[in-house]
């Protein structure tokens, strides 16, 4: 596994010498612009619009616009000499708190966990001293010229790292617009409401969920690479265009329920065939339910009946 980041996270007087890996990856197929005509890939150049000259890197620098057509410039010797300032600086974890008190608003991205040389007695400690007293650790970091706040916590044993937003990057959700203000709701509604709720209640399985659309992109990708006919997939049930809320929620409630078993009687009935002494007659019987037996008389019973009389005369008479 690739590392992205070397240092140390420190804990009151514990240093643990740490190594970080990406636990996510983008998974996004990429798809490349062409020109249209020749099919070349299309090349971005870099270019001044008022010298209406090419220009490279070394003639680049970097600023910040504070408004509009007005910029500071920040030179490379200034930004790495911050950078560097603040890169010596230990990983320091500066509180403890509960995992639930962190809305999930906060989440960015994760990062395993790795103890560097010499530092796995340290990283089993603080591993063991996150599970025992279930709490998560805040700590700083600079990843990428950025300082982080950062979440760390057991997965899998497994120390991760989850980098969080700080507050003033979280818009605020009173922002949001046409919110309603009151929860303007018949009891009725919310019952059944609460109903699909629980039908559609399972444990979280993540393997079961999978990207429709990349699979499909691929899969439209492969077969033109290789001329195969390009079939298109049957078109999924339009839903019902129903505007009534209960009306909404209780076809949904409709549509989860489970199949029903098949009934007995639909099943295939085994039946099995005997013949009694007494009449010659066929009982049918039923092994699968305890229904009353049904009799057939053999169709051959009436012509053996016939001739066994006949013989009988014929011995009386000699």
């Known amino acids: 596994m690739h590392t992205i980041w070397k240092g140390s996270i420190s804990f009151g007087l514990v240093n643990i010498p740490i190594k970080l890996h990406a636990a996510t990856e983008d998974k996004d197929i990429k798809l490349r612009t062409l020109h249209k005509e020749c ?30 057509g007005k910029f500071v410039v920040l030179e490379d010797e200034d930004l790495e000499s911050l950078k560097k300032e603040n890169e010596e600086k230990a990983v320091e974890i500066i509180d403890f708190v509960k995992m639930e008190q962190i809305d999930p608003i906060y989440f960015n991205r994760g990062y395993f966990m790795s103890p560097n040389e010499g530092g796995g007695k340290a990283y089993s400690l603080l591993r063991k001293a996150l599970e025992t007293s279930e709490k998560v650790g805040l ?35 009173g922002d949001v617009p046409n919110v309603p203000a ?13 109903m699909l709720i629980d039908q559609l209640t399972t444990e979280f399985e993540p393997e079961k969920y999978t990207d429709d659309y990349r699979t499909a992109l691929l899969d439209l990708i492969e077969a033109k690479r290789t001329g195969q006919e390009i079939v298109t997939p049957v078109e999924k049930e339009p839903k019902a265009n129903v505007t009534d809320l209960m009306a909404a929620l209780q076809a949904s409630i409709d549509k989860t329920k489970p199949k029903r078993e098949p009934t007995t009687a639909l099943k295939k ?45 014929e011995k009386k008479q000699a």
């Not at 870099?46 to 600023?63: N, R």
């Open 39 to 68: 099919h070349s890939p299309i090349k971005y150049e870099k270019v001044c619009p008022v010298c209406e000259v090419e220009i490279g890197t070394e003639d680049i620098v970097k600023a910040y616009e504070y408004t509009k």
């Open 139 to 173: 700590a700083k970091i600079i990843i990428r010229a950025k300082e982080q706040l950062a979440v760390i916590r057991v997965y899998n044993n497994t120390l991760v790292m989850e980098t969080i937003h700080y507050p003033d990057e979280v818009r605020s959700a």
């Open 182 to 194: 009151e929860d303007k709701v018949t009891e009725k509604e919310l019952e059944t409401a609460i």
């Open 269 to 313: 009935e085994a039946t099995t065939t005997k013949r009694t002494k007494k009449d010659k007659e066929v009982v049918v019987e039923n092994t699968t339910a305890p229904t009353e037996a049904t009799t057939v008389t053999p169709a051959t019973a009436p012509t053996r009946k016939r001739r066994t009389t006949a013989r009988t005369k």
